[in-house]
């Protein structure tokens, strides 16, 4: 547990840290900075609440979220981050108001995770894109029907890609293919998505750059309308 605490919060208290600094330096957005560094602290004590409950048996409680709004505000969270780095983050999930359900402190991390890490692994000048997509083509009314399809969030980047060889083992507890690291932070969200019912993958895109894609089962319509 020890070891994945220290994992999940290094990203958190990296953004926070970098969140002070532009307190300090940029009169004019101070209060926006003091926003996200409020939702930063709110961000890191779900974290270490998730990472205590990886290892227990309790699953996260999971009501209605809208997926379109967390994912919004996570990357707004990490932005300053990918500024710093000079990559750029593209959010192309939109203002749908798609629901799945979930416990936001957990998704948010994972989402976090991913975002984080594919910045950290994209060349300056890249890119980070992310999109909503349903996995058999469908429009947004199949999130209205009791059909049990998966609403997909797929996260690319510009980077160097996934080896081959390390593909089917990266989201192993312990398995870092660039060794900087703990190997945990794909574990726990691998561990996050099978409690919320769904799955995660990883792939490599088309040309370059790794794809990570989250799934979540469409909720019933009676959960969507009540």
């Known amino acids: 547990i020890t070891m994945i605490l220290a994992h999940e919060i290094r990203n958190p208290l990296a953004s926070l840290e970098l969140f002070a600094e532009l307190i300090e330096k940029d009169d004019d957005r101070r ?3 003091i926003s996200n560094l409020r ?3 709110r961000s890191l004590s779900g ?3 998730n990472v205590l409950s990886f290892h227990g048996s309790a699953s996260p409680k999971l009501i209605p979220i809208s997926l379109s709004l967390l994912i919004g505000n996570a990357i707004q969270f990490v932005q300053p981050f990918a ?3 000079a990559v750029t ?3 192309l999930v939109g203002p749908n108001e798609i629901q799945v359900m979930g416990n936001e402190s957990a ?3 994972v989402v976090l995770n991913l975002v984080s890490n594919a910045i950290r692994f994209t060349p300056g000048g890249g890119s980070v894109t992310v999109t909503l997509r349903y996995d058999d083509g469908s ?3 199949v999130i209205c029907r009791k059909d049990r399809g998966y609403v997909v969030v797929e996260f690319t980047d510009t980077g160097c890609g996934i080896r081959p060889d390390q593909i089917e083992r990266i989201f192993e507890p312990g398995f870092s293919g660039s060794g900087d690291n703990s190997g ?3 574990a726990v969200c691998d561990r996050i998505m099978t409690q919320h019912g769904g799955r995660i993958s990883a792939s490599n895109g088309i040309g370059n750059g790794a794809q990570f894609a989250l799934y979540f089962p469409v909720l019933p319509v009676e959960l969507v309308t009540t």
């Open 31 to 33: 209060g926006e900075w």
């Open 39 to 41: 939702a930063g602290i």
């Open 47 to 49: 974290t270490v609440n």
């Open 83 to 85: 500024n710093q780095a």
């Open 89 to 91: 983050l593209k959010n």
């Open 107 to 109: 998704l948010r991390q």
């Open 139 to 141: 429009s947004a009314g």
């Open 184 to 186: 945990l932070g794909l």
